[in-house]
């Protein structure tokens, strides 16, 4: 059975991903960071369920941290098969208000993560000559929101890498796809009223936010697939058509 690495997986989308995945049978290893309680939480339900899931702390921020973990899936499980790069912060501010540690810090974990954990995983991929990367972008990241530059800066750069890295590992049979969201309802979005929401959802061809669950459908529909390469999958309801 494959194994899979999400990280972030103890909130929003990825306990999303996490929960669907584990109960089609992959060896899943849940990252967190911060929600411990939550982490926990989830792997005693699957267990309740009977579907068995690890967790593993690591701020994907940190190299070494990240090698740590990736380091006890191979020794546990010996072949990684899927990295989801999930785990990512938001924020809304005038980019002339950005302190240089707030985009320092954007970057590190919505877009340096992808690096540190695409390179810990690949040394293992590229031995099996077999495995996938997703990364989850953002409708920001194509067509860029005001007042979240550093948010949309580091959602475009994992467009940029995913593709680039496509064309690199795809001659060992490695691939490399993104996923953009629109508006997802999870904790990311917790701050926008019901006025908010309701004006972003008259911008949204299909009039409705979108759950986490249809996000880890794709997931469910990428890991099967053969020949998707180098794609971002934009999940948003049409939101992002131009
Ligand atoms: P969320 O509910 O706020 O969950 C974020 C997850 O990321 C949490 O599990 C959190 O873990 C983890 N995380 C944050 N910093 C981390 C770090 N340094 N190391 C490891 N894990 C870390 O957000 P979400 O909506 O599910 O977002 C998931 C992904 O989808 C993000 O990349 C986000 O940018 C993207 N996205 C979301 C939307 C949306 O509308 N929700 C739209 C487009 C894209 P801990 O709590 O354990 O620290």
């Known amino acids: 059975m494959k194994t899979v690495i999400v990280t972030g997986g103890s909130k929003g989308i990825g306990k999303s991903i996490v929960c669907g995945l584990a109960k089609k049978g992959y060896n899943i290893v ?5 929600s411990k309680e939550e982490a926990i939480l989830i792997q005693k339900k699957l267990k309740n369920c009977g579907f ?3 967790i593993f702390q690591a701020d994907v921020s940190k190299k070494n941290q990240v090698d740590d973990m990736i380091k006890y899936v191979i020794d546990k499980y010996n072949k990684i098969d899927v990295l989801i790069n999930n785990a990512g912060i938001s924020q809304i501010k005038p980019f002339m208000d950005i302190k240089e540690d707030e985009w320092d810090n954007m970057i590190d974990i919505n877009l340096k993560s992808v690096y540190n954990t695409s390179k810990a995983v690949l040394s293992n991929m590229l031995k099996y000559k077999e495995g ?3 990364n989850i972008s953002s409708i920001w990241g194509i067509i860029g929101a005001s007042c979240e530059v550093h948010y ?10 995913t593709k680039a890295l496509a064309k690199e590992m795809g001659p060992s049979n490695i691939r490399v796809n993104g996923i953009a969201p629109g508006i997802i309802d999870t904790d990311m979005n917790k701050e926008l009223n019901d006025e908010e929401i309701k004006q972003i959802v008259d911008h949204i061809p299909l009039e409705k936010i979108g759950n986490p669950e249809y996000i880890e459908k794709c997931i469910e529909w990428l890991i099967e697939d053969e020949y998707t390469t180098g794609q971002i999958i934009s999940i948003d309801g049409g939101w992002g058509i131009n």
Not at 30 to 34: G, Q
Not at 152 to 161: D, H, L, N
């Open 30 to 34: 849940l990252n967190y960071n911060k």
């Open 52 to 54: 068995y899931i690890d």
């Open 132 to 134: 996938l990367i997703i």
């Open 152 to 161: 949309s800066t580091s959602k475009a750069g994992i467009i940029g890498f």
